[in-house]
T-cell receptor, first 111, second 115 residues
Framework: TQLLEQSPQFLSIQEGENLTVYCNSSSVFSSLQWYRQEPGEGPVLLVTVVTGGEVKKLKRLTFQFGDARKDSSLHITAAQPGDTGLYLCAGPRGGSEKLVFGKGTKLTVNP | NAGVMQNPRHLVRRRGQEARLRCSPMKGHSHVYWYRQLPEEGLKFMVYLQKENIIDESGMPKERFSAEFPKEGPSILRIQQVVRGDSAAYFC?????????????FGNGTRLTVT
């Protein structure tokens, strides 16, 4: 079973559209991180959310941490081809130092 | 300001050979993590090391796999007698401190192909 479930698994949209991807769990996390990974490269951290209900903005990207700290969402406004990539959420597991990752949402933004 | 350096980027081994993957963490980072990524399966934790110590190897197969992070030099992930199922992208990440919110800085991975 996957501790962090991400949806949708694949998403293909046109430039200029808005989208939301989700990261859900039945477990409570002390924090969640979002990474973006491009083909042939390692994941790059976008944001860390820590407080339930927290909203963080990074230019056209808006991240929200659920009130119960079991889920998070990433909303992209006016998507651009440069947003194409694999979006991964990750959280610390059970008090340990290791991060567990979801399987990711593979986003393609077509020009 | 070099990031996490992994080499080689691509490695091809025949079944039964050994694979050695190297990772130099970012300057000042003493915590190293190894992850394996298969298509459609996301990143799977393998092992967490600090200098000269293995802290958590719960994600690493008990046989054929080993990892080290010596006092001097890079961290090494070693896979002995490779099999086709070992083919994957192996990523190393480092962080400057321990803690739930410490971000991981990833290298660009080593893509291992076992023929």
């Amino acid at each position: 079973t996957q501790l962090l479930e991400q949806s949708p698994q694949f998403l293909s949209i046109q430039e200029g559209e808005n989208l939301t991807v989700y990261c859900n769990s039945s477990s409570v996390f002390s924090s969640l991180q979002w990474y973006r990974q491009e083909p042939g490269e390692g994941p790059v951290l976008l944001v860390t959310v820590v407080t339930g209900g927290e909203v963080k903005k990074l230019k056209r990207l808006t991240f929200q941490f659920g009130d119960a700290r079991k889920d998070s969402s990433l909303h992209i406004t006016a998507a651009q081809p440069g947003d194409t990539g694999l979006y991964l959420c990750a959280g610390p597991r059970g008090g340990s130092e290791k991060l567990v990752f979801g399987k990711g949402t593979k986003l393609t933004v077509n020009p | 300001n070099a990031g996490v350096m992994q080499n080689p980027r691509h490695l091809v081994r025949r079944r039964g050979q050994e694979a050695r993957l190297r990772c130099s963490p970012m300057k000042g980072h003493s915590h190293v993590y190894w992850y394996r990524q298969l298509p459609e399966e996301g990143l799977k934790f393998m092992v967490y090391l600090q200098k000269e110590n293995i802290i958590d190897e719960s994600g690493m197969p008990k046989e054929r796999f080993s990892a080290e992070f010596p006092k001097e030099g890079p961290s090494i992930l070693r896979i002995q007698q490779v099999v086709r199922g070992d083919s994957a992208a192996y990523f190393c990440a480092s962080s400057p401190k321990v803690g739930y919110n410490s971000p991981l800085h990833f290298g660009n991975g080593t893509r291992l192909t076992v023929t």
